[in-house]
Each structure stands twice: as C-alpha cells, then as structure tokens.
C-alpha cells in the first residue's frame, strides 16, 4: 500500500504529462499536468478514445496504428521519443515530446505515453529565427549597393584561396606592386619638386603673387602625394610582418627635441609646438624608428586638423615601468560616432571634408605601437581637440 501511495503521488506532482491508454485506446488515466496541457478536467478524458487530443490527421489514423502494432507486433514509437502535435480543449494545436511504453498488466496491454511540453522551446526557436531573419533584412538592405562588389571580391578570394602557395604568391605580387608603384612614382614627384624649386628660384625677380600660389600648391600636392605613398609602403611592411624592432637605448629628450625641429617646418601660419618633460629620467630602450614614425603621424594629424595660431603640446613622463608620450591639439576634434572606428585602416572622421589624407596613418601608428608591446588611446570632442597618448613598457 505504501509502494502505490508513493507511486501515486508521484505521477500526480510530475512536471510532465503522463497519460495510459488501452489497447483499444481508451484513455484509463491522467495526471494533473497532462490535464493542464490540454485543458480537460479527468472526467472528460478518461473513458475516452486518445485520438481526442490529437489534430488531424492523426486523429483519424490513430487507432490504425494501434491495430497495425497488435497485428504485427513490430513497434513504430514505443520505447522511442519523438515530437508530435497535441489539440487542446480550446482547439489550439501545440507541440510536445511523446515517449511511449508498454506495460503488461493483469493479461492486458497499457500504454503509457509521457509528454513533455515543448512550446516554450518552439516558440524560442520562432523568436530566434524571426530574429535571424530580420537581421539578414537589416544586413541586406543596408548592403545592396555593394552586393555586386562583395560578389566580385568573393568570387576573386575563392580563386586565390585554393592553395596555400597561391595565396602565399598573390601577396609577393602584391608587394611587387607597391614597391615599384612607389619607385615609379617616386621619380617623376622629385623631378617635379626639383623642377618647382628651379622656378621658384628663377621668379624670385618677378615678384608676381598668382606664380608664387601656384607653386605653394605644386609643393602641397607633391607633399600629399608622397605622404600617401609612404603610408602605402609601411601598411605593407606591417601587413606583410616585414618589420624587425631594432631596439636601441637613448636620450627619449634629445630625440623627441630632433624629430619636432623636422615637423615645425609643417606648421601653419603661428602655430607653436610645445615640448615638455615631466621627469629628469630621459635615456629610454626602444626602436627609435618606429617611435619616430608614431610621433610624425601624430603630431603631424594635430597640424594638420588645428586652425592658424594654435598650440599643440607633447609631453612625456616616464617611470620605472612605463613610458608615456601624449599629443593634444585644440583642433576640429573627433566625432563620438567615429571613435570605435579611428584605428581601422583607411578610415577617416566625418568631419574631415577636404583636408587630405589615407586614413592609415593612426592604424600603421596602433600597429608600430602594438609591435613594442604598448598601447594607445586618445580622448576627442568635436570642436575640443584631440589628445592622444601611447604607453610604452620601459626596459632597462
């Protein structure tokens, strides 16, 4: 008696349905979660045939099936779970685990049948995918318009993506390419900033405005190009893992002092460049090249975004364990929006309009910066300046 007390008690509290049915189908009993499922009171199942809480077409085939199994004694879904459909009182079809045994009771054959809701997991699965759907709308409607671009490059990356070894050759031919680009294009820009020179000499006598313009704007354009041209060579020694540190220790002062004397010739009308040191300590270990190319970019961003008679100040701190160089300038600043994307190779702020550049200077910089082991990070408000700051470990 205890024993079936505890066996009731049991089909009674468990979280899922359990309903036995005859061998003619007739239901015999149900447990209160079966009940809450479909929606019936215990009177108005039991004694009934189970197709009722079947939709079509199973209603009407299921006493077949029953009759086939009796028939053959080959069993189709005892002992096997499978997802099936139930039909609530209400007439709502929902979906559930069914796991079927057979018991031999008394000379008579009971099938038990256990039901596991699964409409929380379907309807899960609904959202997620309705989810998914809407995001590949939001992607497909905001990329249309490059869709054949994306095809294209596709289509070209699965060509040279075959093998190894033609990857491997697509990007010797791709330094091929940029190097002699470089070259080629090197040789005509110094003929022409030669050539300038010359005339600027020649015309010294003439003292016309209009000729004097036109050759400030030849020397600007020939800045601009050869400045988009070295970005280009070392994006690809970056890229192409070509560049060794050469770590070498010296006077961090005396270095920064020589590199600003180089950039004060870019500076625009009274713009001033203010150097500093925070600390006596000035001998630092690290490659003087790769240093010089991030405070070049740097400062040279910060002349070239900040008006006429401005500052822009560098300083630096060093302590046992770190070095610190920091560049601010109260130029155009940068929009919130564009922060996340400032490193990305050839990105450029909104805000830029018609001031020249490639968009790789400040990621050949977090590049060089990541390769002596530091990192760099920067705070900007439109209209506020900008102040960038690199910390580099210190070695002794």
């Given at each position: 008696m205890r024993n079936q007390a505890l066996l009731n008690a049991i089909i009674e509290?468990?979280?899922?349905?359990?309903?036995?049915?005859?061998?003619?189908?007739?239901?015999?009993?149900i447990n209160p979660s079966a009940c809450r499922l479909f929606l019936y009171n215990p009177e108005e199942v039991i004694g009934k045939n189970i197709s009722m809480l079947m939709p079509s077409p199973d209603r009407e085939k299921h006493d077949s099936y029953i009759e086939n199994y009796k028939a053959s004694g080959i069993p189709h879904i005892i002992g096997h779970d499978r997802d099936v459909l139930g039909?609530?009182?209400?007439?709502?079809?929902?979906?559930?685990?069914?796991?079927?045994?057979?018991?031999?009771?008394?000379?008579?054959?009971?099938?038990?049948?256990?039901?596991?809701?699964?409409?929380?997991?379907?309807?899960?699965?609904?959202?997620?995918?309705?989810?998914?759907?809407?995001?590949?709308?939001?992607?497909?409607?905001?990329?249309?318009?490059?869709?054949?671009?994306i095809e294209a490059l596709t289509v070209t990356q699965e060509e040279v993506s075959n093998t190894l070894e033609k990857e491997k050759e697509l990007n010797k031919i791709k330094s091929r390419l940029l190097s002699m680009a470089s070259h080629e294009f090197r040789t005509p820009l110094s003929t022409i900033q030669l050539s300038t020179?010359?005339?600027?000499?020649?015309?010294?006598?003439?003292n016309n405005p209009k000729i004097e313009t036109h050759i400030h704007k030849i020397k600007s354009a020939i800045a601009n190009l050869t400045a988009i041209l070295n970005d280009f060579l070392l994006l690809e020694k970056a890229e192409s893992n070509k560049i060794i540190l050469q770590v070498s220790s010296f006077n961090l002062q005396d270095f920064i002092k020589e590199v600003i004397g180089e950039l004060k010739l870019l500076t625009k009308k009274k713009q001033k460049i203010i150097c500093v040191s925070s600390t006596e300590v000035a001998f630092v270990k690290l490659d003087k090249n790769l240093l010089k190319n991030c405070i070049i970019n740097l400062v040279s961003n910060a002349i070239k975004y900040s008006g006429e008679e401005t500052e822009i100040e560098l300083w630096t701190a060093i302590t046992d364990n770190a070095i610190t160089i920091n560049v601010k300038d109260n130029g155009i600043g940068i929009p919130e929006e564009d922060h996340k994307h400032l490193f990305e190779a050839f990105?450029?702020?909104?805000?830029?309009?018609?001031?020249?550049?490639?968009?790789?200077?400040?990621?050949?910089?977090?590049?060089?910066?990541?390769?002596?082991?530091?990192?760099?990070?920067?705070?900007?408000?439109?209209?506020?300046?900008?102040?960038?700051?690199?910390?580099?470990?210190?070695?002794?």
């Open positions: 509290n468990a979280i899922d349905g359990i309903i036995t049915i005859n061998e003619k189908g007739i239901v015999e009993s039909r609530k009182k209400d007439g709502n079809i929902f979906p559930f685990r069914l796991g079927v045994s057979e018991v031999k009771f008394e000379g008579e054959r009971i099938f038990a049948g256990f039901i596991h809701d699964m409409s929380h997991q379907k309807e899960a699965e609904n959202r997620l995918m309705q989810y998914t759907q809407h995001l590949e709308e939001l992607v497909k409607d905001r990329t249309q318009t490059l869709n054949e671009t020179a010359l005339i600027q000499r020649y015309v010294e006598d003439v990105f450029r702020a909104h805000n830029t309009g018609n001031i020249p550049g490639t968009g790789l200077g400040l990621h050949i910089v977090s590049r060089y910066v990541s390769l002596m082991k530091g990192t760099i990070s920067f705070k900007s408000a439109i209209d506020k300046g900008t102040l960038f700051t690199i910390e580099l470990p210190r070695y002794d």
